[in-house]
């Protein structure tokens, strides 16, 4: 197998991990299928990872299910410890984990690194967390009785996560099912699984238990359906497209699993007349442009008041016309690679749709030859083109003028999705307003940048159902028993 030049630079070689991992033991694929994961700055072979069979994925299963009985009585404050332990194998591995993000996902350098932080810090706030996993003594009705309700963990949990961030959508999941007392099979993406694996790596030197996190890496179909119709797996939480999600969540009915699901997004963006232009420009730049616009919260849809229409475009032009698109190893590049033909075919699909219906470019930046989508703006967008009912998942910002809040908000409203929502504005009734009649999970009121372990990630409608990060994020792991002593 060809190895791409630069992994030789890795500090420590062994997070490279070309195979699953089932049971604390680093197999091949039963037969020896592998799939290989190609750079998408330059289309090489990075290296490859096992094509896992069903049986395989059901010994994962089981391997997940014998780890449980113990893993689940191990006392919370153990649990943190190696939680914690985990985490500062993370961050010590930066540099590393980084440079195996950006070559098999294709984000800047400076980007991934962010990206390691920011997964590293759900590990850090699930193990926090863990120590406050409480129960809780109700009233009884009458005086011979007590009612205890305490949480126990769900069991064992499937987790299925996406290429655009193979680094925190794991430990974004993965940390509260630890900490709740859950073990783990992970499906990584077949896109991303190097990160997954080296995720796989620092968890078992951390010291977590064989068998508490399990990796199956290999084509989705197959690892998929056995995952969803064991009855062994309690849960399924994944990232990802509201189409296989739906999928999922038919495949899991048949066993009733409990499920998290962040499915897509169409988040709006709105800049009221009000607004701190230059602020507004610094949020879009952030929630558009993050990741090339490949994240399920990138602002899809830019709405603005007729008043800063103009000022608004000429100031984000500037910014647009000037990103710098390339590898993302190399150190001046804004903005990577798309992930894959697919991806950048749809980009491509909307600006035509969109220029074919009337709208016009009013910046775009020049980019390489290769997987690059070209950062554009275009104005005169309107509800009736592709761009405005489909994730664009690109590095593509379309300008929708609006004359009044009512129209905004109804515009803005107008999708089955409920992910994030953005607006600008200086009117303290207005923000109250506005944010009270966005039909959205989340809304960021004068900042473009919603995401932290501290807060509540998650949608309604058909973006999903479930909260990661936050207080919340524990909730989808764990059941409430109840227990009634009677007779005292
Ligand atoms: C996503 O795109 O699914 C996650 C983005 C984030 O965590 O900010």
Same mark, same amino acid.
């Given at each position: 197998m060809t190895i791409h030049a630069p992994f030789p630079r890795l500090a420590d070689p062994d997070l490279l991990r070309q195979q699953a991992l089932i049971g604390g033991a680093w197999v091949d694929a039963d037969g020896g299928a592998t799939l290989a994961v190609t750079d998408p700055a330059t289309g090489a072979t990075l290296g490859s990872v096992p094509d896992i069979t069903a049986d395989q994925t059901r010994a994962a299963i089981s391997a997940a299910d014998a780890a449980l009985a113990l893993w689940r009585r191990r006392p919370s404050a153990e649990r943190a410890d190696l939680l914690m332990a985990w985490h500062d194998l993370m961050v010590a591995a930066t540099e590393d984990l980084a440079l195996i993000l950006t070559l098999e996902q294709g984000k800047p350098l400076a980007e991934a690194r962010a990206e390691i932080a920011y997964g590293a810090s759900f590990v850090r706030w699930f193990a926090e967390e863990a120590r406050r996993i409480e129960g809780q003594i109700i009233p009884a009705p009458t005086a011979d009785r007590r009612i205890l309700a305490s949480r126990e963990p769900v069991g064992v949990s499937a987790i299925i996560t996406p290429w655009n961030f193979p680094n925190a959508m794991i430990t974004r999941k993965v940390a509260p099912a630890l900490a709740a007392g859950c073990t783990v099979v992970i499906k990584p993406s077949e896109f991303t699984p190097f990160s997954a694996l080296a995720l796989g790596v620092l968890a078992l030197r951390a010291g977590i238990p064989a068998g508490v996190i399990n990796i199956v890496t290999g084509l989705p179909t197959a690892i998929g359906a056995e995952l969803t119709a064991s009855a062994t797996v309690r849960k399924l939480s994944f990232t990802g497209s509201t189409r296989v999600g739906a999928m999922l969540m038919g495949q899991c009915a048949p066993t009733v699993k409990r499920l998290s699901l962040e499915l897509g997004g169409n988040a709006p963006f709105i800049i009221f007349d009000d607004a701190d232009l230059d602020a507004a420009v610094d949020g879009l730049i952030a929630a558009k442009f993050r990741n090339g616009g490949q994240t399920c919260v990138c602002a899809n849809r830019i709405f603005v008041q007729d008043g800063v229409h103009d000022a608004f475009v000429d100031r984000l032009s500037a910014r647009v016309g000037a990103m710098r698109v390339g590898p993302g190893t190399n150190a001046a590049s804004q903005i990577g690679p798309m992930i894959n033909p697919a991806a950048l075919d749809k980009i491509k699909a909307h600006v035509a749709d969109a220029l074919a219906q009337g709208a016009t470019i009013a910046a775009q930046a020049p980019v390489p030859a290769g997987q690059y989508a070209r950062p554009t703006v275009l104005i #005169? %967008? &309107? &509800? %009736?083109?592709a761009l405005a009912s489909e994730e664009t998942f690109g590095p593509v910002a379309p300008i929708f003028r609006f004359t009044d809040e009512d129209a905004a908000i109804r515009d803005a409203n107008a999708t089955p999705f409920g992910l994030a929502a953005y607006f600008y504005t200086r009117d303290l009734s207005r923000a109250f307003r506005v944010a009270e009649a966005l039909e959205f999970g989340m809304v960021g009121l004068n900042t473009g940048a919603l995401s932290m372990a501290t807060a509540p990630f998650g949608g309604i409608k058909q973006s999903g159902m479930g909260r990661e #990060?936050?207080?919340? #994020?524990i909730e989808d792991y764990v059941e409430i028993k109840y227990m009634c002593m009677a007779g005292i």
């Open positions: #005169g %967008a &309107t &509800t %009736a083109m #990060g936050s207080r919340h #994020g």
